[in-house]
Each structure stands twice: as C-alpha cells, then as structure tokens.
C-alpha cells in the first residue's frame, strides 16, 4: 500500500483513499445489473456495520471493510465480492501459510462476511514475499509478524 500509510497506521484495503468515493452512494452497495436484488441484500448489512464499528476503513473494487483494534471485517460491495471472501478463507485454510492473516467466514443473511485478524500498516521495510501479493498489502501483527490481508 504505497502512500496510504498515515500516522494511526490504519489498514487499508486497495491503492486509492477512502475519502475519493462518494459516501452518499454507499459505495455504490449492491450496484450490480447482473443481480438486482443485491441492493436490498447488501445496503442493511452495510448500515449494521457503520452503525457497529463506524466509518469503514477502506474500500476496494469487490468489497469495503470496517474494523475494530482487533479485527476487520469484509463486507462485499457486488457479486465479485461474495467470491473473493469465499476464496480468501478457501486460500487461508488450503494453504496454512503463515503469511496469510488468519480469517474466518461469517454468514450473515446469507451473506458471507469475512472476519480476519487485523493487521498494521507500517514504516518499516516490507519482506521480500511482500511484492507477490497485489499492492503488496501487508502489515504487521502488534507483535511485528507481517501478514498480508488482501489474498483473493
């Protein structure tokens, strides 16, 4: 995530900021022509998550993410967004690799939320494995093991 790190060292989840979307459209929540019905699906979860843990802390093309100190959540944005959190677990688990932040998947009205550990940007030279993950979005546990959080 080269340029996103800031001073509260908050995860990110793609290479642009937040702050470019339009929060009025709800990130475009459910916006896809393919399946209709994904607006009333996804719109209510997403106001249950502000309402829980507060303004998201990023977005990407399939997802958007909110989080606590301990934990971010994974909230799909369109139908793309379903598969990625079920990839990323089905990669976490398959795998067992330790580079992988831990997750679990959580079926919310019939939505798959993906809960994982929640990681720390930092100012520290990132590992060498770090350039085979997309933007290279790693970050560190509070004990200083880097993890990437982006593998679907």
């Not at 896809?32 to 843990?53: A, E, G, I, N, V």
């Not at 934990?71 to 379903?82: A, C, Q, T, W």
Request: aromatic content about 12%; hydrophobic content about 40%; overall charge negative.
């Amino acid at each position: 995530m080269k340029g996103h790190e800031d001073e509260k060292a908050d995860v990110g989840l793609v290479c642009f900021s937040l702050m470019e979307r339009d929060r009025s459209d709800a990130f475009m929540i459910g916006d896809d022509p393919r399946y209709p019905f994904l607006q009333d699906l996804l719109r209510p979860l997403y106001q249950r998550l502000l309402k829980k843990y507060g303004e998201p802390l990023g977005a990407g093309r399939h997802r958007v993410a909110f989080g606590n100190p301990f934990v971010v959540v994974k909230l799909p944005l369109i139908s793309e967004g379903f598969l990625d959190n079920t990839w990323e677990l089905d990669h976490f688990r398959r795998w067992k690799d330790p580079h992988y932040a831990r997750c679990r998947l959580l079926m919310v009205e019939q939505v798959p939320l993906l809960v994982m550990e929640r990681l720390w940007l930092s100012q520290a030279p990132k590992p060498s494995w770090a350039d085979f993950i997309d933007c290279q979005q790693v970050g560190q546990t509070p004990d200083g093991v880097w993890k990437a959080y982006d593998y679907a």
